[in-house]
């Protein structure tokens, strides 16, 4: 009985050895599905890296409070999460299809060609998709295959010998092979399994990665941005005297381009050469409008100061920020194309797909200065927010006007197209709502007793910010002092000196806009066009 029991535990541990390297061979497998996916993509498609391509359908498919659950947990790091977490489900799946193809065959193999038909038609349906984009997952998905019936085979037979040598007896060996005890087997087995899963491996991972490095050009694109030369301004934007407040933790008047907030549906920066660039304006016009990167900055820049505000943002929150922007009017390059009488709506395209719906006045209004942005804070735009050339429309959430890559618009109608977003539960015309933000103190950051700066930024793109009023306690609403704005369509810093008392005290903050509306009081969330509501903050004063 003993013995009966402890050959049963020896059957259940080399179970899970030989299930432990079944599950290497299946890693190992993906690893060749995917290095041959990136070089065959290399050479005939570029778009068409599958696990980029299963990201941005993740991205596309994911509900509406998943999406917001990501973007205020992780903020700018979302897409480092989703690729670290579909690596992982990658890396789980190719386990599986590893122990599957080793005790139940062929189903492994058929995990893999699963994965390959998922990632194929995961990247033929994305916008843009070149006519070859099938090839990379389809050859890279056969290769995967191959190789795990490659390893397993060799594991079987390592596995068989070392059975046999367990018990006793010689391993079965090939007609034309000399004979051999069933010890020499195992090693000859296990050598054969490792030296191939060790090769096979190094092999993916040195041409996967370098496929991937090579594919994802930013590094070359990065040089051509910092050697690029755009022409001067014609016209520059002037900071007044007072528009920036002393106060320690409040946010900085102009915000640094490595401090801007991202928010966007593009798994890796897109990587696009100024010299290839071209921009088409198409759809409801009198004449169809193409201009390369020259053509564009040629026509004349001009600098703007503009706040820009991302629909995601929270009451509260810092996807918020304030640029001076350097580009050309969008309405003088719609004027060349001509929009024909019933367009309403400008659906912009970016080049890896996403698309913005923007109303077609808001564009072409000589009061709102919607641009083609070319430089940010005195640089070329940096690679994440759209070089070589992105969009700027003040007073619109960025979802509907800030398109990033931006490579086309599409003069239409709101009822003929609809954009990204839209069908995924948010309004196809979104204005931004004006608001207020406490920046000091914060909750959790305790204060001293006495004078204390309770201090922020306030927005009301395209109308301005007439006062913000701050309220301790529920007490009475108190005047904070405002800076000087540059223009209506950038944010103001705010500042209102407290006699702080010990204890805990609630601080409320609310804008009133220059068209003498009030903030709106009322919690909203972000969908279907944004947040609004008062912030309020717990403030702690030490004695």
Not at 262 to 289: C, E, F, H, K
């Amino acid at each position: 009985m003993a013995k009966s029991t402890a050959s049963a535990n020896e059957a259940k541990t080399r179970r899970w050895v030989w299930g432990l390297w079944s599950a290497l061979a299946g890693i190992v497998s993906a690893a060749a599905f995917l290095a041959v996916a990136e070089l065959i993509a290399l050479l005939v498609a570029r778009e068409s890296s599958p696990i980029l391509a299963v990201g941005a359908f993740v991205i596309d498919i994911v509900p509406q409070p998943l999406k917001e659950f990501a973007i205020a947990t992780f903020g700018s790091a979302d897409k480092i999460v989703l690729l670290g977490s579909l690596a992982l489900a990658v890396v789980i799946a190719a386990a599986i299809a590893g122990i599957l193809q080793f005790f139940v065959r062929p189903f492994g193999v058929i995990v893999i060609a699963l994965a390959g038909v998922i990632s194929t038609a995961a990247i033929i349906t994305r916008t843009g998709a070149s006519p070859l984009a099938f090839v990379p997952p389809v050859i890279g998905t056969l290769v995967g295959m191959l190789v795990l019936v490659f390893l397993i085979t060799r594991l079987r037979r390592w596995a068989g010998a070392a059975d046999a040598a367990d018990a006793g007896a010689p391993a079965a060996t090939p007609a034309d092979t000399p004979a051999a005890d069933a010890a020499e087997q195992r090693g000859l087995g296990r050598r054969s399994f490792l030296v191939a899963t060790g090769g096979v491996g190094i092999a993916a991972v040195i041409v996967g990665v370098g496929a991937r490095l090579l594919n994802a050009t930013s590094a070359s694109v990065d040089a051509l941005r910092r050697e690029l030369r755009i022409p001067e301004p014609r016209s520059t934007v002037t900071i007044p005297d007072g528009a920036e407040l002393e106060v320690e933790g409040i946010s900085p008047l102009i915000t640094p381009n490595a401090d801007f907030y991202r928010v966007d549906t593009a798994l890796t920066v897109p990587s696009v050469d100024p010299n290839t660039w071209r921009l088409v304006i198409d759809g409801m016009v009198d004449q169809r409008v193409e201009l390369s990167f020259d053509d564009l900055v040629g026509m004349g820049l001009d600098e703007y100061a503009v706040t820009l505000t991302c629909v995601s943002n929270e009451v509260g929150g810092g996807l918020v920020g304030n640029a001076i922007w350097q580009g050309v009017p969008i309405r003088d390059i719609l004027r060349m194309a001509g929009p024909q009488a019933g367009a309403d709506m400008v659906l912009s395209k970016s080049v890896d797909g996403y698309t913005a719906s923007t109303p077609l006045d808001a564009l072409t209004d000589d009061a709102r200065d919607a641009i083609f942005a070319v430089r940010m804070n005195g640089e070329p735009l940096p690679l994440e927010h759209g070089f070589p050339v992105r969009m700027v429309v003040p007073g619109l959430y960025g979802y509907v006007s800030a398109t990033k890559w931006v490579t086309e618009l599409k003069v239409t109608t709101f009822e003929a197209d609809e954009a990204y977003w839209t069908p995924r539960g948010y309004a196809a015309e979104a204005p931004i709502k004006f608001s207020s933000r406490i920046d000091t103190p914060r909750t959790g950051t305790p204060v001293a007793a006495g004078t204390v700066a309770i201090a922020g930024m306030a927005w009301a793109q395209t109308v301005g910010i007439e006062r913000v009023e701050v309220r301790i306690d529920d007490g009475d609403w108190q005047a904070a002092t405002l800076s000087t704005p540059i223009n209506a369509d950038t944010w103001v810093q705010w500042v209102l000196e407290w006699q702080a008392e010990a204890g805990t005290h609630y601080v409320e903050v609310r804008a009133v806009n220059k068209n003498g509306d009030t903030q709106i009081e009322e919690r909203a969330p972000i969908a279907p066009d944004g947040s609004s509501g008062w912030q309020r903050v717990l403030v702690t004063v030490s004695a």
